[in-house]
């Protein structure tokens, strides 16, 4: 199984700053995603951080809001950018292992203040 | 989009007593994996179905996936306080590509809250 480190855990930002999440895999990886958690929500997919090219957005999140850097097989960062109190949230990476697992990091617990 | 439906919502149990957490895809399951949830943390990677009929165990932990693939069940047995937490089940939408490898891609049911009394 991939071990997964995210940084930070957790974080307290004032609103209109930007945080960016770091994700770090022990291993070589294809496919990375981020993934937000609202309060009391369930996890919903922001994007695939792709190897080399521009991230891919699902519908509802934008690249200006939330860029994505994805520079090698095992390491990618998520900015939160011009936060408000609604982005409060967990955000988590995720890895597809190379069977057939999905696997998650630790999240980062945003607070926006 | 394929929806997950996860029953029930809540669930506080007695220690020591059997649960089963249900989720239910509108669409056939290509890909059906489970997760434990600790408040406010990452999820644990607990079990990975594909086929349909299929069965996984991981200590007292049981999963199932139906012959149509279109609805799973999580059983717990003898539950102890450490069972704690939200379960989660989560769907890949796509087909296996030829090599069989999962895209990772996952769509989640709302949660299962699990509350287990000493």
């Known amino acids: 199984s991939a071990v997964i480190s995210q940084k930070p855990s957790r974080d307290i930002c004032q609103r209109g700053t930007s945080l960016t999440i770091q994700c770090q895999v022990d291993?070589?990886?294809?496919?990375m995603f981020w993934y937000r958690q609202q309060p009391g929500q369930s996890l919903t997919l922001i994007a695939t951080a792709n190897q080399g090219s521009e991230a891919t957005y699902e519908s509802g999140f934008v690249i200006d809001k939330f860029p994505i850097s994805r520079p090698n097989l095992t390491f990618s960062t998520l900015t939160v950018s011009n936060m408000s109190p609604e982005d409060s949230s967990i955000y988590l990476c995720?890895?597809?292992?190379?069977?057939?697992?999905?696997?998650f990091g630790q999240g980062t617990r945003l607070t926006v203040v | 989009s394929q929806e997950l439906e996860q029953s029930p919502q809540s669930l506080i149990v007695q220690e020591g007593k059997n649960l089963t957490i249900n989720c239910t895809s509108s669409k056939t399951l290509y890909g059906l994996y489970w997760y434990k949830q600790k408040y406010g943390e990452g999820l644990i990677f607990l079990m990975m179905?594909?086929?349909?009929?299929e069965e996984k165990s991981h200590e007292k932990i049981t999963a199932k996936l139906d012959e149509k693939k279109q609805q799973s069940s999580l059983h717990i047995t003898a539950s102890q306080p450490s069972h704690a937490g939200i379960y989660l089940c989560g769907a890949d939408p796509r087909k296996w590509n030829a090599g069989g490898t999962s895209y990772g891609k996952l769509t989640f049911g709302q949660g299962t809250i699990l509350t287990v009394h000493p």
């Open positions: 179905l594909q086929k349909g009929g």
């Open positions: 995720s890895v597809a292992g190379t069977v057939v697992e999905a696997f």
């Open positions: 291993s070589q990886v294809t496919m």
